[in-house]
């Protein structure tokens, strides 16, 4: 089956309001709270596994948060299922689009040290409207600095990061 330019498999298990039954939420937890209709939200996506939200309080106009539907303090975190994040990426070009601006961040943030505010994993869309150069993510040489490095520290980056990966199993590691 074909589909439409600018959508994916998994427009087709859009089931808004529903829980894939292998779902684990946390009473305790906001975002959970807002899957399950226990606590306010301004939805504007949602699918089985992911559900798009505007942000409180938001660093832009349409500043949207994507969460799964799973609760999980981080990526990294142990028994976050890989379909839980399947449909990220698609929602958030999805969630760009509707937006309406040429210019956007993509931001996902793991730990507090990393500026993580919830302990619930979530992707930022963030909005840079070009008339307005004080809203969304300010990003300049000092915010956003970078250092230099040899080819030699590259080499043992890589190095370091495929042994963790196959020593994980992970498939895609590149040789």
Request: charged residues 20%; glycine residues 8%.
């Amino acid at each position: 089956m074909d589909t439409p330019c600018g959508t994916s498999s998994a427009d087709t298990e859009v089931h808004a309001g529903t829980l894939p039954h292998d779902t684990k939420l946390d009473p305790n937890c906001i975002f959970c709270k807002i899957v399950t209709g226990e606590a306010p939200s301004f939805k504007v996506y949602e699918t089985k596994y992911s559900l798009a939200f505007l942000a409180k309080p938001p660093v832009s106009h349409g500043h949207t948060l994507i969460i799964p539907k799973y609760h999980s303090r981080t990526l990294t975190d142990p028994g976050l299922p890989d379909e839980f994040l399947a449909d990220v990426g698609p929602i958030m070009k999805k969630i760009a689009v509707m937006n309406g601006e040429d210019s956007y961040n993509i931001i996902q943030n793991n730990g507090r040290t990393a500026g993580q505010s919830v302990d619930h994993v979530h992707f930022h869309v963030v909005t840079k409207p070009t008339n307005q150069p004080n809203q969304g993510l300010v990003l300049t040489p000092q915010s956003w600095p970078s250092y230099p490095t040899t080819d030699e520290e590259y080499a043992q980056d890589a190095a370091t990061m495929k042994e963790i990966g196959r020593s994980h199993g992970f498939p895609g590691v590149s040789a």
